[in-house]
């Protein structure tokens, strides 16, 4: 497999610098993903990880929530491991502004004669982390620029990259006022997930798939993100997003891209990127009957979440990607808060064999791939029912990937955390197709339907149900 970076090559020393070090993501999402780099022996020999933010924490102290983190949401680390991880876990607080840097080029500095008198002989790259909202965005990148931390460094985005298509173009402008391209990892952790990349590897490594990949065999194509989660103590946040923000104008658009994309000449970083970028431009803007959106009932009873918020909790979708391979093939789109189950998955369904055999099921051949964990991938087929009769049945193979030979998976966040490390953007998007993404979104956004309430634990508003047609939603059933 062709990647955009040699996974062999010894990394530099490198510095690492997470603003936001303090928030909900980074306590979720990044702490546990570099801990987990680290107990598997992939980061660089020499290495720092600095936190930022506005509080005056100490060293100790942020060692502390950074162990926390760590045994909350992955496991406790034993204690020698833990000694060697935090040797290397600094922090520097006051924020960090284009004004005032606060303590952290004093810290920055301290940790450079550490590292060389470490034996580190060379100057550690910078890797800066922005696990923060995105409106400050704007104002981080210039602060790296006007204390001397831009030049070289690589910048990780959280998404959303933007709110709007302005807003999106905005922050377009003052990043590369400051940083070029190459320097820019906006992150989608979805396009980080084991079976997501598997989407197109399994495809192109496979010519049984690969012939049937378009709209002469498959039917349609669901990708489906319920989740049984309420938003927990995010209310500020999500209040200002929703569901449209969150999640399918980021994570669902790319997964539809991975599925929709033509075959690039290599799986190089400039080659994947460049196919994935020109098919989410094939998509067509969604239309205002082609979208659900919906509430689950208690939503504006949340702590920190208006009286009278229409913000969208679940939103369902029925893009149409409009090239020769996928043209008249619906994309059904679907995610939600506090619904009846939490999977993430995409199915093929394919279309019934022309032949003999009458009543097939609608789902009776269906390409499924689970992108929760370690992933697995899922063949359902229409068989004979064994035994004296002929009725049909629909029978599962399933292959748990963490069962391949020499499986040895990463978490999302640890993989994209590799891929900043070893300077490989395969799987990061570009300004281009963020540009398509706003496009497509642009009618949904403007002119948004009215959001339908929901009872907690359903699948969502009624009105979703329709949207597949005579296959249903492959999860959850019909309401």
Known sequence: MTTGADRHAPLPPTLFVLFGSTGD??????????????????LPEHWALVGNGRHALSDDQFRTHTRDAITEHDQ???????????????????GFTPDDPGELLDVLAEVRRVMAEGGS????????????PPVTFADYTRALGAHGLAEGARVVYEKPFGTS???????DVAVHDVLDEQQVYRIDHFLGKE?????????????????????????????????????????????????????????????????????????????????????????RPLAPGDVVLGQYDGYRAVDGVADDSTTDTFVAARLWVDTDRWRGVPFLLRTGKRMGVSKQWVSLV??????????????GTVLSFDLQGNGAIDLAMTVKEPGPGSELGVG???LPLQT??????????????LDVLHGDRSLFTRPDGLAHVWAVAGPLLDDPPAVQPYAPGSMGPQAAQRLPGEFGWLIGGAE
């Open 165 to 171: 298509r302005r807003t999106f173009e905005e922050l």
């Open 76 to 94: 406790a680390p034993d204690d020698d491991t833990w000694r060697e991880f935090v040797r290397h876990v600094r922090y520097a607080g006051r």
């Open 350 to 363: 394919f279309r019934a064999a022309d032949g003999p055999i009458a009543g097939v099921p609608p789902d």
């Open 195 to 283: 079976n997501v990349q598997n989407l197109h590897v399994l495809r192109f490594a496979n010519g049984l798939f690969e012939g049937v990949w378009n709209a002469e065999h498959v039917a349609q194509v669901q990708i489906d993100v319920p989740e049984t989660l309420d938003i927990d103590n995010r209310a500020r946040f999500y209040d200002a997003t929703g569901a449209v923000l969150a999640m399918l104008v980021t994570h669902l658009f790319q997964v539809a891209a991975e599925v929709a994309l033509e075959p690039p000449p290599t799986l190089g970083a400039d080659d994947l990127q460049t196919a994935r970028e020109s098919v989410i431009a094939a998509f």
């Open 121 to 132: 002989r060379e100057p550690a790259a910078l890797v800066h982390y922005l696990a923060l």
């Open 396 to 398: 599962h193979t399933t």
């Open 25 to 42: 993501l980074a306590a979720r999402m990044v702490l546990p993903a570099f801990y987990q780099l680290f107990t598997a022996g992939l």
């Open 404 to 417: 391949v030979p020499h499986a040895a998976p990463l978490a999302p966040y640890a993989r994209l955390l």
